[in-house]
């Protein structure tokens, strides 16, 4: 181009721009105003589908901590995350509701103790009579609360739960259908994330309970497979110190946990009023468990130690055979994921366990073994069945030494259960075939054996 030429059309662009600069300017305003609002539609329409997905996230993993709450019976010792907020309380503080419904329809051949439906244990002697029924006292809801500050470093929460095994409402025709709520867990816990220190106070179990080592049934969840017959362990006031071992460390998490709890005992004096030998000059039950996890497997030990005053508190009650009784005992146990493969089980020894459920909720210095086994597969993410055996054998003459004295006679309990489930989202459906045989005496020398089937179908909604 000869530069005559292009000056010419430098002048004449200059020239366009100084006649027109308003129409030029109000034309570009509009198209980047239609762009902007294309690119705002677009990103909100992004940011739609987002939060729509993380809602979805939440509900499925809210889902899953519920699944896995009921073969729990209860909530880890170990703080959780904290669950999404359901409402708030107080300022800063988020409050979770989850909990489950449960029903079980329920046939037996036999009475139960300590009692029929959900919460059957071993079969009653001398019973006789076939049964059935519908039972609903696994229902379950508790609240979660978090984010309460408390001092420098150290963070607030706790949790409220409650079922419905508390009774039913008198014994008249209606009663059955008006189960009594019960309180299960009450507790605060102080935590400091950066020590991986817990301290929780109030009512809780306590730490010879596999509290995540139970067996998976849908019938048996507040009173599980095996309790009292190789399970023990039961709901105190008290307060635990949890320690992580190893804090932010990779691999395997340990941690200590050590506790103090009320002290209990069946007598003498006010069982409801801290009037028994267990609360007697402040002797409160000592427990400590070392406990260590990894991505497929779980393993634990604990001790228990508590001294019980039998003379009751002011020292003037008559004393069946001795005066005091030592409680003491020993605890290992764990669960293995193999595959589609999960085992679970643990083994115990002790002696004055009646407390925690021991001797099979027989008082007094009575030496006992048990245990139990459970062997878990699943077919299919929606199928999976659970094999289970569950054995307690108290000292026979501890057992007969003690009748009358806190001994009912039970000697041995063997029980065995097989159940199948079928998970779909929210809900479990279950069959469940429990078989149980009762060794006991009545008067330390004769010795009958007793046996009882139950039968049952469960459903459960969790959320």
């Not at 419904?101 to 009579?129: C, K, V």
């Not at 309790?227 to 709901?235: D, E, L, P």
Request: hydrophobic share 40%; with cysteine.
């Amino acid at each position: 181009m000869k530069p005559h030429t292009l000056s010419c059309a430098l002048a004449v662009a200059l020239g366009s721009g100084l006649v027109a600069p308003v129409f030029a300017q109000s034309a570009g305003d509009r198209d980047e105003v239609a762009v902007l609002t294309k690119l705002v539609e677009r990103q909100q329409q992004q940011l739609d589908q987002q939060q729509a997905a993380l809602q979805a996230l939440r509900e499925r993993l809210k889902q899953l901590e519920n699944r896995s709450a009921p073969q729990q019976a209860q909530v880890a010792p170990a703080p959780a995350a904290a669950p999404a907020p359901v409402f708030s309380s107080a300022p800063g503080v988020s409050v979770a509701l989850h909990g489950f419904i449960s029903a079980t329809a329920f046939g037996q051949d036999r009475s139960f103790l300590f009692g029929n439906g959900q919460n059957a244990e071993f079969p009653e002697p001398g019973s006789s009579g076939s049964l059935s029924g519908v039972d609903v006292r696994n229902t379950r809801f508790w609240l979660d609360f978090r984010g309460a500050t408390f001092a420098g470093d150290w963070n607030g929460g706790g949790r409220i739960e409650m079922d419905f095994f508390g009774g039913f409402n008198g014994t008249g025709a209606f009663s059955r259908q008006q189960p009594t709520p019960r309180l299960r867990q009450a507790y605060m816990d102080l935590g400091n994330a950066d020590t991986g220190t817990t301290v929780r106070i109030g009512q809780q179990w306590d730490l010879m309970f596999p509290i995540d080592n139970s067996p998976a049934s849908l019938a048996h969840i507040a009173f599980p497979l095996g309790y009292a017959t190789g399970i023990v362990g039961w709901r105190f006031p008290g307060v635990v110190l949890m320690q992580d071992l190893g804090h932010g460390s990779s691999g395997a998490r340990w941690r200590l946990d050590v506790g103090a709890f009320e002290g209990s005992w069946n007598g003498p004096g006010n069982n409801v009023d801290y009037l028994t030998a267990g609360n007697a000059g402040f002797r409160p039950q000592l427990q400590a468990r070392l406990h260590v996890q990894d991505q497929t497997w779980l393993a634990y030990v604990a001790a228990h130690y508590s001294e019980v005053d039998l003379r009751g508190v002011g020292g003037t009650a008559a004393t069946p055979i001795k005066d005091k009784v030592k409680s003491v005992g020993y605890e290992m146990g764990g669960q293995w994921k193999a595959g589609a493969f999960i085992l679970k089980g643990l083994v115990y020894r002790g002696k004055g366990l009646g407390q925690i459920f021991g001797a099979m909720a027989q008082f007094g210095d009575i030496g006992e073994t048990g245990g139990y086994a459970q062997v878990g597969y699943r077919f299919t993410p929606h199928w999976s069945a659970n094999l289970f055996y569950g054995m307690s054998k108290p000292d026979e003459d501890d057992v007969i030494a003690w009748l009358g004295h806190g001994s009912v006679g039970r000697l041995e309990n063997r029980q065995s259960a097989l159940n199948l489930k079928y998970t779909a989202g929210a809900y479990d459906l279950g069959l469940e075939w429990l078989y149980d045989t009762l060794d006991s005496t009545s008067n330390g020398e004769d010795r009958t054996s007793t046996s009882g089937n139950q039968v049952s179908v469960s459903a459960l909604y969790h959320f």
